[in-house]
């Protein structure tokens, strides 16, 4: 079964830390993608990337950065935390394939605490 | 641009009743068109897509989706609600030959009374 691991469920850190999300997939997809969720505003994508070393700026992307060194996975790195960046933040993976609209397949999510 | 738009923040229905849940969108081109449920303190679950062909797809957990092209809506339903099926509906589209890049309607919460 296709599988989205986020390595943390619940994150608390303080105003000013470098804060890194890690993100991996096990199923070989070229597309990643960082979102932020926020009640009443829905998902916004931050970053995606759509191959190794390939990242892409979203509706967001201020205040992050990305990474992506391996194919499997995509970290979100925080570069100096602020209580607006206190969210539930979810990653998600899809195939490449323009012509057979791929749903994209997603982590259960960090909620991230800035204090 | 592409855009979606859920009318409803929230949609409440008696179990046995079917329900509906409402979305629109705006694409250039012919769309692909997703429905994702989220239930609380989860990722977000595919449950459909329209890529092409019937307008009604069916999907997971008895779910079907409608496709209207003159109305460019893609309204969720279920025939008989289950109080299990209360979480998060989000609704997605994209063009077909442009970015791959979905955009999502800011979901409408499902409420199932028993």
């Known amino acids: 079964d296709v599988k989205v691991t986020q390595s943390s469920r619940y994150l608390v850190k303080r105003t000013g830390e470098k804060v890194f999300l890690e993100c991996v997939q096990d199923?070989?997809?070229?597309?990643m993608f960082w979102y932020r969720q926020d009640p009443g505003l829905g998902l916004r994508l931050i970053y995606f990337?759509?191959?190794?070393?390939?990242?892409e700026k979203g509706d967001i992307p201020e205040g992050y950065s990305v990474s992506r060194e391996k194919k499997e996975r995509f970290s979100l790195i925080l570069e100096s935390a602020s209580t607006n960046q206190t969210s539930m933040y979810l990653c998600?993976?899809?195939?490449?394939?323009?012509?057979?609209?791929?749903?994209?397949?997603f982590g259960d999510g960090t909620r991230l605490s800035i204090l | 641009a592409q855009s979606v738009a859920q009318p409803e923040d929230q949609v409440n229905v008696a179990e046995g009743n079917p329900l509906t849940v409402k979305c629109t969108y705006s694409?250039?081109?012919?769309?692909?068109l997703f429905w994702y449920v989220q239930y609380p303190n989860r990722g977000l679950q595919f449950l459909l897509k329209?890529?092409?062909?019937?307008?009604l797809v069916k999907g997971s957990y008895g779910f079907e989706a409608e496709f209207n092209k003159s109305q460019t809506s893609f309204h969720l339903k279920k025939p008989s609600a289950l109080v299990s099926d209360s979480a998060l509906y989000f609704c997605?589209?994209?063009?077909?030959?442009?970015?791959?890049?979905?955009?999502f309607g800011r979901g409408t919460s499902l409420i199932v009374h028993p």
């Open positions: 998600a993976s899809s195939l490449w394939s323009q012509g057979l609209g791929q749903p994209q397949h």
């Open positions: 199923m070989d997809h070229e597309n």
């Open positions: 990337s759509y191959d190794v070393k390939m990242k």
């Open positions: 694409v250039s081109g012919n769309p692909y």
């Open positions: 329209y890529i092409t062909g019937d307008n």
């Open positions: 997605a589209v994209r063009a077909t030959g442009g970015s791959y890049i979905p955009t």
